[in-house]
């Protein structure tokens, strides 16, 4: 099917999908999660087909364990859709509804976006993950994943849909874009009013393009240089074992730690208990000149350093004289993702989650609770980094939007 | 001030914005409304240089009207703000706290989106309008007027940045673009990353233009191609009402009608009730073929004016076989900003609230309720019709973001 009669189709299901019931979905969630363990086998021949693609030309291990599938991992995105499906209905109901002077009842009611993009990059799990969360709160989606995947995708996409259908959702609910040249990505960037919304998940030359280019609405997610603050008055054993789990945890997500600022009194204490943990775990120390000073295997870091997300065993450390300082960093430096302070000051904890500017501020805990499901939402579809309609972990809510259903008898102005 | 310094200094006085409390903030906006008063005849006389420009180039009557201040309108900008002030800080509080199990204490803070673009043509009162709404929701503006009003905008914004400097506010809180050509309106949509959400406010060009062309995020506000629907069980009395009130109590509006479905079975006498009031107010109707026949002085109505918000004296009309044709029609042709239906059936009153895919959607009263000050938030910056972060009338909140503020104490994870 070509993409204009895809996008049309699309928006047709979208009307149907915005009035079905949480039993209707709920039910195709649940076949969807069958299906995908029934087609096991055909999923699993098609993402040989395509690991076989990509080690003919010489993709790096770690992108081929991303694209690799096995019995577990569809296992898996079939409990997330089960999950899913166990979940409170976030469309239907009203946030508030209040009551006018003159009479009107005007109720502010949860209803999808409608139609979902989502722009990703070589993991076919984001398939079946995205297809679930954008039906749950009742939106279609058009999705639109890697080259490197495209024979994954389309067989998932195939026992998903086919799922949906015979659930009873309407031909279009869930839609693979077959062509993953550029030009595709392109297309969906520019569909203002056949789109309603625009997800890119992957790296941050995927997220900028995006961002770039599009003329639909897009949610910016992702990129995260992370901050951990150790002020003066912090307990410094708490302080450790937050940097080395901020550090290490996962060094490889956007809400681990990049950097670690230290008030300098407490400098040569701290650098002294943290330094020889992180190079236990292997990680690399870049630090400014006291921090280099203080730690003689560190390695100076360069001005690029400051604003980079490693997403590695690498860690920047510089020694701050002020608070102040501290916080004119972050917010100068940081993506406005997720960024702490240890201590025990109660003005300067208020102060710092006052001050800095990014979609989480931690106080006394590690940046790497920044999670859907560690906030409790159940789902995530992925940070977002901007201020428009979400920021921070994207629950299924924040798949919403709104609509004012007006009760009248007669008004007028 | 070049530009670029203009966005730094921004940036940072969007920082103490955050901050600052709202008796700093109100004491600002109530000395800004004594300013305007203070320098209105400064005002005045940069408005006449406005206006003589205006009509050495030939500008219309109503575009003039739009451009002319007087001391009574220079009063109703400096009211506006003290209303402002009045109105509760919609920033600071936390719309929900919870608890997670392993005790993080995570509360979802209302702060401000940061650094505000508004594009907009040749009115004048938008420059305090704006200004005044940024400020209370603790946002940065950055205001690009049409270049009819350059003196006007320059004097307005004098008295305004003098008021708020001296009430203890940041430079750079309140911000004219100087230069008002395209280049100008075009680098404020390139400046992602320092302005952090742009808002136009005019004609669908220039709408459509900040649209396409933004790597900003864009709020779209304002065209309304609006419905009213009046359904075979409607109250005709009632209908009648609502269609005048709709249709001819300020056309042009984005919240008038354009257009008026009719059932066929009561299309003859509902039309024979309206066709001459309507008349009488001075509108011109364009209709199908039936209603056409019913209507000996209709005109009939193209293919493109069903899609067309005329904000004048003219109304399309249609004869409707079904209520399933009356929602295909308004969903394929509306503008998703205000929809009506007239009935006293309530399946089709509760069907057309769920099926209709609107900001607005209304059942027994009229289309122009939908305004920041009718739904009770004080205080309105635009209508907006796209479906990320704000839809409908937006108040204070909508001039709002979120962020995460996480109290722990030592969680790692």
């Not at 009742?138 to 389309?154: C, F, H, M, P, Y």
């Not at 809400?255 to 009194?265: F, G, Q, T």
């Amino acid at each position: 099917m070509d993409f204009a009669n895809m996008l049309s189709r699309a928006k047709i299901a979208s009307y149907a999908l915005m009035t079905a019931t949480a039993a209707q979905k709920d039910a195709a969630l649940l076949a969807m999660a069958d299906a995908l363990i029934e087609r096991t086998p055909a999923i699993l021949e098609a993402n040989e087909t395509d690991l076989k693609h990509a080690r003919d030309s010489g993709m790096k291990r770690a992108m081929i364990d991303r694209l690799l599938l096995d019995e577990g991992r569809v296992a898996g995105m079939a409990e997330g859709l089960r999950k899913l499906a166990a979940l409170p209905d976030p469309v239907g109901g009203a946030d508030e509804m209040i009551k006018r002077p003159n009479g009107l009842l005007i109720a502010k009611r949860r209803v999808p976006l409608g139609v979902v993009g989502i722009i990703y990059e070589a993991r076919p799990n984001v398939t079946a993950d995205a297809a679930g969360i954008c039906l749950k709160s009742g939106n279609v989606s058009v999705l639109r994943g890697g080259k490197e995947a495209i024979a994954s995708n389309t067989a998932i996409v195939e026992a998903l849909t086919a799922a949906a259908l015979e659930a009873g959702l309407p031909a279009g609910t869930i839609n693979l874009v077959e062509d993953t040249s550029r030009d595709s990505a392109f297309a969906m960037m520019k569909a203002s009013g056949a789109i309603d919304v625009l997800i890119p998940r992957g790296g941050p030359g995927l997220i900028k393009s995006v961002v770039e280019n599009a003329n639909v609405p897009v949610i910016e997610t992702g990129t995260g240089n992370c901050h951990v603050f150790v002020e003066t008055d912090a307990d410094l054993d708490r302080a450790l074992r937050i940097v080395i789990n901020a550090k290490c945890s996962r060094p490889s997500v956007c809400n681990a730690a990049e950097k670690l600022l230290v008030s300098r009194p407490i400098a040569e204490r701290f650098l002294g208990l943290a330094a020889e943990p992180l190079r236990a775990k292997g990680v690399e120390i870049r630090g400014d000149k006291a921090a280099c000073a203080l730690i003689p295997w560190a390695t100076p870091a360069t001005t690029e350093d400051w604003y980079t997300e490693w997403a590695d065993y690498i860690l920047g450390v510089k020694v701050v004289d002020s608070f102040d300082e501290a916080v004119s960093h972050i917010n100068a430096h940081g993506t406005r993702h997720s960024e702490a302070i240890v201590t025990e000051n109660y003005t300067l904890a208020q102060r710092f989650l006052n001050e800095i500017d990014a979609a989480c501020v931690y106080v006394n805990a590690s940046t790497r609770f920044t999670d859907g499901e560690e906030f409790g939402f159940g789902a995530e579809i992925g940070i977002s980094t901007q201020k428009l309609h979400a920021r921070g972990p994207m629950g299924l809510r924040e798949m919403t939007s709104v609509k004012y259903c007006i009760y009248g008898d007669g008004q007028i102005r």
